[in-house]
């Protein structure tokens, strides 16, 4: 992983997680009068209310990744990087296309197939957050130019068959 690379991920990830720990601040520490009328204030509102915790779990795994990969100078195969950016990926667009409906005005039918799978990956299961945020971290790391078989032991292939 290059110097630049790591600390532009290390300074956007404790943004996240400091903007998202403000927001959860401030919502938690509403009355229970000024907690409802914010919550009818405004779509996005509603939409920071249920993403805040997820964003921050997930960036916190990533943080805690992106420390793991730097320090230890752990370094993957590329087809490892491209199965855990493929995940990751995956993890993006579902959030997305969860707050899609909401976003477009369309509240009737906010509740599909996405956002069921993003509250229940999201709320069901809080580790799964930290987990692909930890994923995305190792998907930055240094790339293994070695070639080291995969199978080691008495049944490794030689090298000239």
Partial sequence: MKKITFLVN???????????????????????EAGPVAVQSGVLVQVMIILAGPVSMFSLGALAGLLIAWFKKIKLRRAVRVALRVLD??????TVLAFVPLLAGD???SLSAFMVVFLFVSF??????????????????????????????????DEDE
């Avoid at 290390?10 to 927001?23: D, E, R, T, Y």
């Avoid at 990926?89 to 579902?94: E, H, I, K, S």
């Avoid at 799964?128 to 490794?156: H, N, Q």
């Fill in 10 to 32: 290390l300074i956007g990830l404790i943004l996240v997680v400091m903007i998202c720990g403000a927001f959860e601040v401030w919502y938690r520490g509403l009355d229970s």
């Fill in 124 to 157: 069901a299961v809080p580790v799964l957050p930290v987990f692909f945020g930890f994923a995305y971290a190792l998907s930055l790391a240094g790339v293994d130019e070695t070639r080291k078989p995969f199978i080691t032991g008495p049944f490794t292939p």
């Fill in 107 to 109: 509240a009737g039918s």
């Fill in 89 to 94: 990926v995956l993890v993006l667009a579902n």
